[in-house]
């Protein structure tokens, strides 16, 4: 069984930074993708940042410039490294991984619990 473990939230001033990890567990083949949507009350789950098997990256306007997403697929980690955050980042960042099971063709979809993010003063 798959695992997707989310971490690194937190209350922050604007201006400041985090850092998020999400380690993937379990007996899979390989991992397709690994990136980070977001929700903020009464929106929508959006995509802030996905990154490919080989290393491309993708990113939401609003998060390019300030955020960077990266792995270190010995450990199937994927890092969020989001720097000069607003207010309006504020939300419940979730990771997701597409994983390929031992034996499948296609990647199944994961998700993490959730980890929270506030950016006030």
């Known amino acids: 069984q798959v695992q997707l473990v989310d971490s690194g939230g937190g209350l922050v001033q604007p201006g400041g930074s985090l850092r998020l990890s999400c380690v993937a567990s379990?007996?899979?083949?390989?991992?397709?993708?690994m990136g980070w949507y977001r929700q903020a009350p009464g929106k929508e789950r959006e995509l802030v940042a996905v990154i490919i098997r080989d290393g491309i990256t993708n990113y939401a306007d609003s998060a390019k410039g300030r955020f960077a997403i990266s792995k270190d697929n010995a450990e199937n980690t994927v890092y969020l490294q989001m720097d000069n955050l607003k207010p309006e980042d504020t939300a419940v960042y979730y990771c997701?991984?597409?994983?390929?099971?031992?034996?499948?063709?296609?990647?199944?979809?994961?998700w993490g619990k959730g980890t929270l993010v506030t950016v006030s003063s």
């Open positions: 997701n991984a597409r994983i390929v099971m031992r034996g499948a063709f296609v990647g199944t979809t994961y």
């Open positions: 379990g007996s899979f083949a390989s991992i397709n993708s």
